[in-house]
């Protein structure tokens, strides 16, 4: 019962890609197109019941390993009060998978359409997760594991936090720009920018603040 109440959302999401795959299977073509070149032609097809099939799988294999997984850490980082942050993240995900899943079921090879569909979901993925990615304690299964953000706890909640904050901002500019015109420039430049951003701040945070409290005798962190 825990484990429905604590994956509530996230089940909702698996039930809609479910419903769907039922609803759309009878009118798929028997070869799905499921890649796109950069000038917006079908280049590859999938049979139509490994995609009606496939994501739904993944996203179920996520729902039931993701914690088992976790409580396989060190205990150092088995995240121990970060179980809310969890939840919403893979909640996240599997918006982002419905969007993926109904947009390769219903675009049938018409590029913007898929494009359109996977934008708003990663934009929502986005406005998700970025809300409680900083959040998140040290561990090796969510986040940016880097040196400076696995070796120290105060790395990883700044570095965190910016990234989620970033998340939020880039999310909603997706978003904006996805309703009036889909575009696969802004989704690369709006889903990467959060992500360099925290790249480079870690670091940066490292050399200017943890490094300089060490060679005074004392850590942050």
């Known amino acids: 019962m825990t484990f429905l109440i604590r994956n509530a959302l996230s089940i909702v999401c698996l039930l809609i890609m479910i419903v769907f795959s039922f609803y759309i299977y009878g009118s798929l073509p028997e ?6 070149s950069l000038a917006g032609e079908p280049t590859e097809t999938t049979p ?10 993944i996203y179920a294999t996520v729902i039931v390993l993701i914690n088992p997984l976790i409580k396989l850490s060190p ?8 179980k809310y942050a969890i939840d919403i993240i893979v909640f996240g995900t599997g918006v982002l998978m ?12 018409d590029y913007s359409t898929f494009l359109s569909y996977f934008s708003q979901g990663f934009a929502a993925f986005f406005l998700i997760t970025g809300n409680v990615v900083g959040k998140t304690e040290q561990n ?19 570095t965190h936090r910016l990234a989620g904050r970033m998340m939020v901002v880039f999310g909603l500019l997706l978003l904006v720009s996805n309703s009036f015109y889909p575009s696969l420039i802004a989704l690369l430049v709006f889903s990467v920018s959060p992500l360099v951003i925290a790249l480079l701040y870690s670091p940066y945070y490292y050399f200017k603040y943890e490094r300089q409290g060490r060679s005074q005798g004392y850590q942050i962190g």
């Open 31 to 36: 070869q799905v197109p499921t890649g796109y």
């Open 48 to 57: 139509r019941l490994l995609m009606a099939t496939l994501i739904p799988l």
């Open 75 to 82: 205990e150092k980082y088995s995240m121990p009060n970060s």
């Open 98 to 109: 419905v969007s993926i899943h109904i947009a390769l079921l219903v675009a049938n090879g």
């Open 140 to 158: 090796f299964i969510i986040g940016l594991r880097l040196p400076w953000t696995l070796a120290s706890n105060s790395n990883w909640k700044v």
